[in-house]
């Protein structure tokens, strides 16, 4: 958020008669020990509200509006989250509309304005009006407001939030929207006061396995690119929300995990919260489970099931990198949560540390030259898929979409791959079918059928409309609360293929069982669209 000088607010006010006016009549109607402060603050509020929000509304409404938000920046307390849900007649505010108003003061830092926004968005409230002005506000040592001026980079700053949503009769609902906005900038002051120590924590982890590949020369250049990869997280491509640190460790029963003491940080802060928190025996974990901690990736990048309350409404990343003694045998994990940022999904997939690796061994599995037509096939391909599910990946299975997606150029049909989540929290699905037969209806007949074969709900969905009249859907399939069910590959194929069949094709289908094929094409080539609208619309 940029900040507002003093002298961009005074001249907004010079060329807004509406601000000029409603800041002298709050002059009028606050109290008298508050109307110096009130009017500064007016000014300062209102400058971030946009121009037809002030023509939208009377004087009296705007000034009695400024003055309900100053009043609940008096009372809030910079060193908490302070959270108002209100309607404005119901606290006597002096001011109308069919609104109702969330107000939230918290110490500046991001994803404030973004974390509202999606938490308010996932409960089918749209957001009608948004002011959100930065301020310096001074404060004596008792709390009370002393001086209130636009900020400046460097200072200690307060973001005021005001936010009108359409009007919420219910009071329980109205509480309940008030303690989860709360919760979830509880979370945010989390997440971005212990950020620092994150960033230290990857660096920590760089360093570890700097030393490990000094250890382990025939590890190296494993090791070498995860650090990359780390450093690569660090410098913009993730939004870092939670870490945790585990040991592996004898116990009087055997090897065990527990939590790395005051490990915890931002939304993993909570160590007594964890599966972990008491040791837990090796021998006591499932197998899947039990393997993946012993013997499992180095790396291991993967989703959790629990959505991020942080900044967008998205299910978190998972970063696993596994802890070695100096003979190379697993002493723990270092577990980062967050979400990947846009300039992660942006970047060709050539360049980024670990999927660069992945592409290197696909293009060695195809024997191809640079430069060469299937070897810019093969990188389009690679380049076009969700970067998340190719981080999930194995080079193996992303070889085999790969091999799919070539051998389906220029088809008719539909192809369907699946790749349950290694640590089974879902499935990549991917659903290849000719670019004329796509629409949005068809997407949305697709997952209806996707849910009901797996039994599970959509989590993520990515359209590539490849070459070769080729569109492919990738969806990421979570499981409901009694599991994942995983269909037959063959018949969930049959199923989609009816499903986008034309008229047309339904013709030569007809044709085909009382002509050959060849003379059945040709003929459905001729009267496929002979038909009007209306009778292919009634007759099957």
């Given at each position: ?484 069910r995983i269909p037959v590959i063959a018949d969930l194929e049959a199923s989609l293929r009816e499903m986008i069949r034309s008229w047309e094709d339904r013709v030569r289908n007809g044709l085909e069982r009382v002509r050959p094929a060849d003379e059945a094409r040709r003929l459905a080539r001729i009267y496929g669209e002979a038909f009007s609208p209306e009778y292919r619309a009634a007759t099957e």
């Open positions: 958020m940029s900040d507002t000088s003093e002298a961009a607010v005074k001249k907004l006010r010079q060329d807004s008669p509406t601000i000029d006016a409603v800041c002298r009549l709050i002059e009028t109607v606050a109290d008298p020990g508050d109307a110096a402060l009130a009017h500064d603050f007016a000014e300062i509020f209102l400058s971030k509200a946009t121009p037809a929000f002030l023509e939208s509304r009377s004087t009296d409404a705007l000034a009695h509006m400024a003055l309900g938000a100053y009043r609940f920046l008096k009372s809030a307390k910079p060193s908490q989250v302070d959270v108002q849900v209100v309607n404005p007649e119901m606290e006597n505010e002096g001011w109308y509309a069919p609104v109702t108003v969330v107000r939230t003061n918290i110490r500046e830092r991001p994803f404030v304005v973004d974390t509202i926004r999606e938490y308010l968005h996932s409960r089918d409230y749209p957001i009608e009006n948004n002011i959100y002005p930065v301020l310096h506000v001074e404060r004596d040592e008792d709390g009370s407001v002393t001086e209130v001026r636009p900020s400046r980079q460097g200072e200690l700053r307060e973001s005021l939030v005001h936010c009108e949503i359409p009007r919420v009769s219910d009071p329980e609902v109205m509480v309940d929207i008030e303690r989860e906005v709360r919760r979830h900038l509880e979370d945010v002051t989390k997440a971005t006061d212990d950020f620092d120590a994150m960033i230290d924590a990857v660096n920590n982890a760089v360093a570890e396995l700097a030393d490990l590949a000094r250890d382990l020369e025939y590890r190296r250049p494993e090791l070498e690119e995860i650090q990359a990869f780390l450093r690569w997280l660090r410098d913009g491509s993730f939004v870092f929300l939670g870490y945790r640190g585990y040991d592996i460790v004898e116990g009087e029963t055997g090897r065990v995990i527990k939590v790395e003491d005051g490990s915890g940080l931002g939304l993993l802060r909570s160590e007594d919260r964890s599966t972990y928190a008491a040791p837990v025996r090796i021998e006591d974990l499932s197998d899947g489970m039990r393997e993946l901690a012993q013997d499992g990736p180095l790396l291991i990048i993967s989703k959790t099931n629990a959505e991020s309350t942080v900044h967008r409404r998205a299910r978190m990343d998972y970063i696993g990198i596994k802890k070695l003694d100096a003979s190379g045998a697993v002493a723990g994990e270092h577990r980062f949560l967050g979400l990947f940022t846009s300039q992660a999904f942006s970047e060709p997939a050539q360049n980024i540390p670990i999927l660069r690796q992945k592409l290197k061994y696909i293009l060695e599995r195809f024997d191809v030259r640079e430069g060469s037509h299937d070897f810019k096939e093969i990188l389009t391909i690679f380049n076009s898929m969700p970067k998340e599910e190719v981080f999930l990946a194995s080079g193996d299975e992303v070889e085999a979409d790969v091999r799919t997606v070539l051998t389906s150029y220029n088809t008719d049909g539909v192809r369907v791959t699946m790749r349950p989540d290694r640590l089974r929290r879902g499935a990549a699905v991917m659903v290849i079918l000719p670019k004329e037969r796509f629409s949005g209806d068809v997407r949305k007949e697709i997952e209806r059928e996707l849910v009901s074969a797996f039994h599970g709900e959509v989590l993520n969905y990515h359209l590539a409309l490849g070459a070769g009249d080729q569109a492919r859907l990738h969806f990421y399939i979570g499981p409901q609360e009694d599991g994942l």
